[in-house]
């Protein structure tokens, strides 16, 4: 059977910073080596998507600029289709200010409140101090925990509500708010996180978790993908971890 995805990249020409497009790279690379075609649908403020036709959405940081630009659309425009596919399973990832605007809403430093889609339970208030560095949280995505990680630059501090479950536990860094080591959240299949790095070639583990997520949801939850290794990359991230936790 030939297997094919189609991943929809959020305003990628607004939300692109500290090169969160690698994470749709390595989405592509992981699938292509397992024969799997995965499309990539830019998504641009004036675009018409079919959110029932897409299998994954990919949404990066931005500059507050960038985010007060494509807030509008987003709500408006992609607002209903992106929301009901969330609803029905969506796999979705979205990095820092792309997770902002997932979330009720945005308060930036200027007290600018930059409405969000709403459809995770978060909401995010800019402090005075950015919160910057290597980030390391503990996630159960599987049989075992292990150590997504990161990079975080962000001055807007984020804080769940009683409807998202957190991704994670923060061992290193600043997390969603540098208060309550909360990093990240999980809501269905949506995960919304800080982490840079870009994120996905760092964690080849969260790649092929979202690929088994989405190819599950379009091709029956018996679908097991099938092994590929990452043995460099694993030792990296192994490495990394090490050396954060150990400083
Ligand atoms: N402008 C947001 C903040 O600083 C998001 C930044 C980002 O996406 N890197 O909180």
Redesign the pocket.
């Known amino acids: 059977m030939n297997l094919t995805l189609r991943l929809a990249h959020l305003y990628p020409e607004h939300m692109n ?2 090169g969160d497009r690698g994470n749709v790279i390595a989405l592509r690379q992981r699938c292509q080596r397992r024969g799997i075609a995965l499309e990539i649908v830019p998504v641009n403020p004036g675009d018409t998507i079919d959110w029932q036709t897409v299998d994954l959405a990919f949404f990066g ?4 600029s960038g ?1 007060a630009l494509i807030t509008g659309d987003l709500i408006e425009r992609q607002g209903p289709g992106l929301r009901a596919a969330i609803e029905a399973d969506l796999v979705v990832l979205a ?3 792309g997770y ?1 605007l997932l979330g009720h809403y945005f308060l930036t430093h200027t007290g600018e409140r930059l409405p969000g889609l709403g459809v995770l339970d978060v909401h ?1 208030i ?1 402090g005075k101090q ?1 919160m910057i560095g290597n980030i390391v949280i503990e996630v159960h995505l599987g049989a075992e925990p292990w150590q997504l990680v990161g990079f975080e ?4 501090r984020t804080f769940h509500g009683p409807g998202v479950k957190s991704l994670g536990r923060v061992l290193v860094g600043y997390g969603d708010n540098g208060q309550d080591r909360k990093g990240g959240v999980i809501y269905r299949n949506t995960f919304g996180c800080y982490l ?1 790095g870009a994120l996905l070639p760092k964690n080849p583990q969260l790649t092929d978790h979202l690929i088994e997520l989405a190819l599950r949801r379009r091709y029956g939850s018996q679908y097991v993908l099938p092994p590929l290794p990452a043995e460099r990359e694993l030792a990296a991230q192994r490495a990394m971890v090490q050396r954060l936790l150990t400083r």
């Open positions: 910073v500290y940081g931005g500059q507050d985010q990095i820092c200010g902002q995010t800019a950015r630059n962000h001055s807007g840079h």
